[in-house]
């Protein structure tokens, strides 16, 4: 315990770790409160590109946790800050919730389906064979296959779902190319939590 008193910065992961579902974890409020109270520097990290920061804080706010939006960082706003060093102001075909699809907007990027710099692919309930037959012709033509995260499923209240691993897989096997992810455990998305945190 002292070690972990010790530490100035803390990156947290969400689900299964401060809720499970729409139910808080045991212990979870008491370290939120903890970390506020000894002014420690922190921040949410989540591989899901669903929400938005604004969503995950109202959730949060919901089971009785108070924090700020720029305590937030998802897979979704590292995938948007990743591709816009690579391809600013690029276009993308996306296969994903709004808060995936705003992140990329506010990085600079327009939605294309005709000819997208990249595909790009997060968790969402809004998947069906249209969108995959799009998104194989697209990497086809020469876009590049993104993934969010890497994850081949999720915790849900219902038990587990498909997550992005599994949702991008069919677009792969059709083109024979690997998609690139983001997400944890990618050390990417980690260097973008640590910088935002502003913590070593």
Not at 50 to 56: A, G, N, T, Y
Request: glycine fraction near 10%.
């Amino acid at each position: 315990m002292e070690v972990l008193r010790r530490k100035q910065g803390f990156i947290i992961d969400m689900d299964g770790v401060i809720y499970h579902g729409n139910n808080l974890l045991p212990g979870a409020k008491d370290f939120v409160n903890w970390l506020k109270a000894e002014n420690k520097q922190f921040l949410f990290l989540t591989n899901s590109s669903e929400r938005s920061q604004k969503e995950l804080q109202q959730k949060l706010e919901r089971l009785g946790i108070d924090v700020g939006e720029e305590h937030f960082y998802t897979s979704a706003l590292a995938t948007a800050g990743f591709l816009a060093t690579q391809c600013p102001d690029g276009s993308v075909y996306v296969i994903g919730e709004a808060g995936l699809t705003n992140a990329l907007y506010n990085a600079g990027f327009s939605m294309n389906d005709v000819s997208p710099d990249y595909v790009v692919v997060g968790d969402t309930r809004a998947y069906n064979f249209e969108k995959i037959e799009k998104a194989v012709h697209l990497v086809l033509k020469g876009a590049k296959l993104i993934g969010t995260n890497a994850d081949m499923t999720g915790p849900s209240e219902k038990g587990i779902v498909p997550s992005t691993r599994a949702l991008v897989a069919p677009i792969e096997l059709a083109t024979g190319k690997h998609a690139y992810f983001v997400g944890k455990p990618n050390p990417l998305i980690m260097r973008h939590a640590l910088k935002r945190l502003g913590s070593k």
